[in-house]
């Protein structure tokens, strides 16, 4: 109960104050992501839906760009998306960690999710949304894109469409780039 007090609150504040909520881009950039600030991602260790006995941690991934996407079976929203989150992990994946963090749902129903819409990326079972609590989820499906310093770097809720998942994904990797320095020694030189 004290979760869904915390949740609605979260929820309450954001419809009495929308300026809480900060948007990247410009105003005419077309799809916008939604961010609550830079802050460290809450760690999470689950166990893996396809295979109970193993575990997955955000910890394992740092030192990679990961898009963690918060879903569950009975959200509507969540099947439109699923296509496309596929499509671009089967595109960047090499480049990108994808993590499916089921909440609120049942085993049963969230592999059946996943067999019914091809779903290929780790997907983690949450089953009493502890780590979508830790993120102050107040609504799925919610996606955070996440730098490989450990770092939330936008935060999109509710569906993702094609133009904010291209933009999340492009901050990704642009926050896996690591500057190199293009001068030259020479030796002898000057």
């Known amino acids: 109960m004290a979760i869904g007090l915390a949740l609605s609150a979260t929820a ?8 809480l ?16 600030g830079g802050g460290a ?12 006995s193993a575990t997955l941690s955000l910890v394992q991934l740092r ?15 969540c099947r439109k998306e699923a296509p496309l989150l ?12 994808f993590v499916g963090v089921d909440t609120n749902d049942t085993r049963a ?11 290929t990326y780790p997907s983690v079972y949450d089953p009493h949304g502890t780590a979508a609590t830790a993120y102050g989820l107040f609504g799925l499906p919610t996606t955070v894109f996440v ?21 999340g994904i492009a901050l990704l990797l ?9 001068r030259r020694h020479v030796p002898g030189g000057s």
């Open 12 to 19: 309450v504040a954001l419809v009495v104050d929308p300026s």
């Open 21 to 36: 909520v900060k948007t990247s881009g410009p105003a005419s950039a077309g799809p916008k992501l939604v961010t609550f």
């Open 41 to 52: 991602a809450p760690g999470f260790a689950l166990a893996e839906l396809s295979d109970s």
């Open 63 to 77: 030192g990679r760009p990961v898009l963690v996407n918060f879903w569950a079976s009975w959200c509507v929203p």
């Open 86 to 97: 596929e499509a671009a992990y089967r595109r960047v994946g090499g480049r990108v960690a």
């Open 109 to 119: 129903a969230a592999l059946s999710f996943l067999h019914q819409f091809g779903v």
């Open 147 to 167: 730098s490989p310093k450990g770092r939330i770097l936008e935060r999109n809720i509710g569906a993702l469409s094609s133009g904010s998942l291209a933009q």
């Open 174 to 182: 642009r926050s896996g780039q690591h500057p190199t320095s293009t």
